[in-house]
């Protein structure tokens, strides 16, 4: 167990240190409206004791000049311990969020672990430096050593719907290619980050490394702005990638920004529906519908809508639907009062815009507390409607049907999203054909998930930049080239 009076400071410089202010971040459990537990959150001032660690890791430490596999090594030590500290996180993770416990343990928790070890892996196969040939005639006593350094001080923001998840993605490769970070956890999911500190602590990463201090937005702007950060990576939606875009853009600062999505489920004809459920239902209501690319608009040819439909909200009814804490629960609450807000007033536009309800369209009954909204499935939706066009980020599908494949394919590319998407059929290699002309940057055929070796992010407003992959790495990476006389190179 983590000593929990460490949640009174803040991890900077490799050591749990007194905050500047006497705030705290307050978690409230989505299931009982109670306080699950409390973090200090970190000030305009702690931030730059931050970045100050972190810019001196970087400048006078000796991380960016290890050898990689000596960072890899740390990397996979506290790999180790989070594995050790995983199932209280998962509970932690429950508690203070609302993702089903049975999705943290199996899930969150691991996923984000598992991601450690790939990029641990990844960085020892990584061609961190490359010998080419001079091509201009003037340089042929030359040759060209082409190195990736770091890109320094990285500020890592990352959301609540799954936060060591996307830390993981942010961090791992980061760390691994010898930036340092200040980490920045959502004040809606902030409380397993006192584990993932000590893990990186015991591993025995160099002071100032790693740096976390959760924050609300005024303190989170500061250290987009900070001029001592190199880079910023941002999960979050659209409007905060628009401010982070604007700022990083002002001081010329590197960015990746994965952001909102609406993602399009293309049942073709032939589907074998009640083997394409088997992978699809749990990719609609993975952490109550609060996941980026959760596959929400369900495209279905009108040759087979009724039983199709039918199919896709039979489905939904069955998914278990309760407390969070329960084993067997696969939907939840929705993590925060304002979010459930925001979906039952998209619940209303939906009605109001002339789509049928299906399924749910409400608040449950027999949840007096908790923030809960039914399971929901729209009918007789149009793509222009609302409900089609903008992310709710909770367990509510639009059914759209279609009339050919061509249709389809334009009805799935009609959106200012392109985070993912998917094709479902019986035939996998026509399949392939139809994904191919869906504009977004992450596809399954017979398939909605990810793949830690497959970059992962979005065109249009899902975002600029991938993350996960040898790509991810890319991300946290200065190439340099040298002109060097031949043999100087041994």
């Known amino acids: 167990m983590i000593q929990s009076n460490l949640r009174e400071r803040l991890f900077i410089g490799g050591r749990w240190t007194e905050p500047a202010g006497d705030q705290w971040i307050v978690a409230i459990n989505p299931a009982t409206e109670e306080p699950s537990g409390r973090v200090r959150a970190g000030t ?92 201009d005639s003037l340089n042929q006593d030359f040759e060209l050593l082409i190195t990736s350094e770091p890109v320094g001080v990285v500020a890592a923001i990352v959301p609540w719907n799954g936060p060591q998840i996307v830390a993981a993605m942010k961090l791992a490769p980061a760390l691994v290619a010898g930036c340092t970070a200040v980490l920045k956890p959502s004040e809606e999911a902030s409380l397993t980050f006192t584990e993932f500190a000590e893990a990186f602590r015991k591993a025995g990463l160099p002071d100032g490394v790693l740096n976390i201090v959760p924050a609300d937005r005024v303190v989170s702007e500061y250290l987009v702005k900070h001029p001592g950060v190199d880079k910023v990576s941002l999960t979050g939606s659209t409007a905060a990638g628009r401010r982070v875009g604007e700022l990083c853009g002002y001081g010329l600062k590197r960015f990746t920004l994965e952001l909102g999505g609406k993602s399009a489920a293309i049942l073709l004809e032939d589907v074998d529906l009640p083997k394409a459920l088997m992978t699809l239902a749990p990719a609609m209501a993975f952490i109550n519908g609060q996941a980026c690319n959760a596959p929400t608009r369900l495209l279905i040819p009108r ?17 278990p639907f309760g407390d ?167």
């Open 324 to 490: 969070p804490m329960n084993p067997d629960t696969f939907v939840g609450p929705l993590a925060s009062k304002r979010q459930r807000d925001r979906v039952a007033a998209y619940l209303e536009l939906g009605k109001q815009g002339g789509a049928t309800v299906a399924l749910g369209g409400g608040r449950p009954a027999g949840y007096p507390r908790g923030w809960y909204v039914e399971k929901t499935v729209f009918t007789g939706v149009d793509n222009a409607m609302r409900i089609a066009q903008e992310e709710i980020f909770g367990p509510v599908y639009c059914v759209i049907p279609y009339a050919d494949e061509a249709e389809a394919i334009s009805i799935a590319n009609d959106s200012p999203y392109g985070l993912a998407g998917s094709v479902w059929t019986s035939r996998p290699e026509h399949g392939v054909k139809v994904a191919s002309q869906i504009r977004c940057g992450a596809l399954g055929v017979n398939s909605h998930t990810l793949d830690m070796a497959a970059p992962f992010g979005g065109c249009k407003q899902s975002g600029i930049g991938r993350e996960c992959g040898p790509e991810g790495l890319d991300a946290y990476i200065e190439t340099r080239s040298m002109t060097v006389p031949k043999g100087a190179l041994t």
């Open 44 to 135: 305009e001032a702690d931030m730059d004791s931050a970045v100050a660690a972190a810019r001196k890791a970087f400048d006078e430490g000796p991380w960016p000049k290890m050898a990689p596999i000596e960072r890899a090594e740390i990397v996979k030590k506290a790999a180790e311990f989070l594995r050790r500290y995983s199932e209280e996180m998962a509970v932690t993770l429950t508690s203070e969020m609302g993702s089903p416990i049975t999705q943290s343990r199996l899930v969150q928790i691991p996923r984000a672990i598992d991601l450690w070890e790939y990029y641990a892996t990844l960085g020892s196969s990584y061609a961190w430096k490359q010998r080419r040939t001079a091509y």
């Open 303 to 319: 040759s087979r809508l009724r039983e199709l439909t039918d199919g896709i909200i039979d489905a939904v009814d069955k998914m």
